[in-house]
């Protein structure tokens, strides 16, 4: 059974910072690129960063130079270090992990429950 199971959201002031953490389970995580994604009422779910196995990021514009991912394939876990939050950045987040599996071109994708992070003063 996969598991995804995100921590570290809560309520911060404009400016501050978090950790997310997403530890998995019941996957082999080396073959997974990670993820983290945001969403709102109302909106699509959008990127934040990404990580794959190679550990090559890519992120989300309106995150890019405040937020960094990283894993740790060893305790297979993903991170998403939050810097110079803003209230618009209030959203709850999302794990994913991803992979396509070649052996029967199967895209295979896992998310997690989300943790609410609120930027408000």
């Known amino acids: 059974q996969v598991q995804l199971v995100e921590s570290g959201g809560g309520l911060v002031q404009p400016g501050g910072s978090l950790r997310l953490t997403c530890a998995a389970s019941?996957?082999?995580?080396?073959?997974?690129?990670m993820g983290w994604y945001r969403q709102t009422p109302g909106k699509q779910r959008e990127l934040v960063a990404r990580?794959?196995?190679?550990?090559?990021?890519n992120y989300g514009d309106s995150v890019k130079e405040r937020v960094t991912i990283s894993r740790d394939n060893a305790e297979k876990t993903v991170y998403l270090q939050m810097n110079s939050l803003k209230p618009e950045d209030t959203a709850v987040y999302y794990c994913?992990?991803?992979?396509?599996?070649?052996?029967?071109?199967?895209?295979?994708?896992?998310w997690g429950a989300g943790t609410q992070v609120t930027v408000s003063s």
């Open positions: 019941g996957i082999d995580f080396r073959l997974y690129a």
């Open positions: 990580i794959t196995r190679e550990g090559i990021t």
């Open positions: 994913n992990a991803g992979r396509f599996r070649r052996i029967d071109l199967k895209q295979l994708d896992y």
